[in-house]
């Protein structure tokens, strides 16, 4: 079983910066592809990025984000990382920490088992 606890989430001005991390109790960890979605209000929930588990270390981005935010992984401290850069308004949402059973990474939500309870972020103008 895996647990995902994220965190950083807050309130920031457009053109701000902020990182997400998620925090896993899972002993295999690095073995698990990880993925950050969000979900905006009346919205369906949408990929942002992903990273391949050990010993890949490919990333792979939502077209909407490319350029502006970076996954990364702390495998000895089991924690994902989204650092978001350039945020704009439309960056606004719910963000979800998600670790799929491979390490092969996906871009479709419901390939991943595990997920986080969330951390809001709020882009202001």
């Known amino acids: 079983q895996v647990q995902l606890v994220e965190s950083g989430g807050g309130l920031v001005q457009a053109g701000g910066s902020l990182r997400l991390s998620c925090a896993s109790s899972?002993?295999?960890?690095?073995?698990?592809?990880m993925g950050w979605f969000r979900q905006a209000p009346g919205k369906e929930r949408e990929f942002v990025a992903a990273i391949r588990g050990w010993p890949r270390t490919s990333t792979y981005y939502a077209d909407s984000v490319k350029g502006r935010f970076i996954i990364s992984r702390d495998n000895a401290k089991n924690t994902v990382y989204l650092q978001m850069n350039t945020l704009k308004p439309e960056d606004t949402a719910v963000y979800y920490c998600?670790?799929?059973?491979?390490?092969?990474?996906?871009?479709?939500?419901?390939?991943?088992?595990?997920w986080g309870q969330g951390t809001q972020l709020t882009v202001f103008s």
């Open positions: 998600a670790a799929r059973s491979s390490t092969v990474h996906s871009t479709t939500a419901n390939e991943y088992a595990y």
């Open positions: 899972g002993r295999t960890f690095s073995n698990y592809a």
